[in-house]
């Protein structure tokens, strides 16, 4: 085990995402090891503990619940064997300089397709497609300096070689800490929000950005006998509330679950429904599935390959409701299998596995 890791990101907690949740399993499961990782994260309300280091930062402007750092380094412990970013901006670039500075190894985590996220900046085209241009260009170079670059599919793999990043480039999921996530009993849970338990129950929780498509799932109310609940806040919620109440549909916002809950919440659902159509991984499909539960996803991103066709679930087209409608069903009349599947494949996506992995890839770069 290496001791000590650096790790540089625009984004922790309390903002509750893929990659502030990552980051934190990761630096719980590496420190139970014996190692060290060191969170450099921009300062919010959250009270760091040992390994946490907050840098001074202001709100980011186009996207809410982000903030900005100032991409400076503090002062970490001298045994740092390995730096590795989490983001190509402020406190990216912070990373890069510490590593270069001190001749260490420099890992590189694509988690976001930026360019994709360039429409909801600006859905102008004559801004939008300068931006996404530029969005390329700048990720590109950014991790072209990178020793090794980790993604967590081969379709984000092949995003980048697309984009012009020739930097060696390994697969490695996430990883879920399947000791918390697996099947639970719902009873209490179902109770606490009053939702019928002898009904179908749909859901997804996460955050309600207008990228993840969340409007397909609001519009699959109607065509179904189910209760939908959705789970998470964000940029989008107020919006798709509305979505809600003008067809009248059977769907409870639940909010910011706690994470203690989201087990039981997977576990009460007969189906996750997953219509991102960017993910680079999708992890709340692993958090799904890990509890026994299957996810119907969009045919888009690295939901093709984190949800398994006809085994840990399915996909249908993204964009085209009566394919969300017709594999839902699908999916519901095959659900005891499929539950079966999610359950048997659950080692193959625990964090143990991602940390021996991570370990590795470290070591080869020393």
Avoid at 35 to 44: A, D, L, N, R, V
Avoid at 174 to 190: A, H, M, P, Q
Avoid at 317 to 330: A, E, N, Q, V
Wanted: aromatic share 8%.
């Amino acid at each position: 085990m290496i001791s000590s890791i650096a790790a540089f990101s625009d984004t922790y907690l309390p903002t509750l995402n893929g990659v502030t949740y990552t980051l934190a399993t990761w630096k719980k499961w590496w420190d139970a090891r014996g190692g060290e990782m060191h969170i450099i994260y921009p300062k919010s309300k959250h009270s760091p503990k040992r390994g946490e280091w907050p840098v001074n930062s202001v709100p980011f402007p186009f996207y809410p619940g982000y903030r900005l750092a100032i991409p400076v380094t503090p002062t970490l412990p001298e045994n740092v064997n390995i730096v590795h970013t989490h983001t190509p901006f402020s406190l990216g670039l912070a990373g890069q300089k510490l590593a270069k500075k001190y001749n260490l190894p420099l890992v590189a985590s694509y988690h976001t397709p930026l360019s994709k996220y360039v429409y909801y900046i600006s859905p102008i085209d004559l801004v939008s497609r300068p931006l996404s241009k530029a969005s390329n260009c700048w990720e590109s170079r950014f991790l072209n300096r990178a020793d090794l670059i980790l993604v967590h599919s081969n379709n984000a793999l092949m995003n980048l070689r697309g984009i012009g990043v020739t930097s060696p480039i390994n697969l490695l999921k996430n990883g879920i800490d399947i000791s918390l996530f697996n099947s639970v009993k719902t009873e209490s849970f179902l109770t606490k929000y009053g939702i019928d338990p002898d009904q179908t129950i749909l859901g997804y929780t996460g955050r309600h950005g207008y990228e993840k498509n969340l409007h397909e799932l609001i519009q699959l109310s109607p065509s179904l006998d189910a209760t939908i609940l959705i789970g998470g806040s964000g940029p989008a919620r107020r919006s798709l509330e509305d979505q809600a109440n003008k067809i009248d549909a059977n769907i409870v916002f639940l909010g910011q679950l706690p994470r203690e809950e989201l087990p039981a919440f997977y576990s009460a659902l007969d189906l996750f429904i997953f219509p991102s159509p960017i993910e680079t991984q999708g992890l709340v499909a692993l958090e799904s599935i890990a509890c026994g539960t299957p996810v119907v996803a969009a045919d888009q991103g690295a939901l093709l390959e984190t949800v398994t066709n006809g085994v840990t679930g399915t996909h249908y087209r993204s964009g085209d409701p009566s394919s969300l409608i017709d594999k839902t069903l699908d999916s519901l009349s095959n659900r005891k299998q499929l539950c079966k599947n999610c359950m048997s494949c659950r080692d193959s996506i625990s964090i143990d596995t991602t940390i021996d992995q991570l370990s590795q890839l470290y070591l080869s770069l020393l």
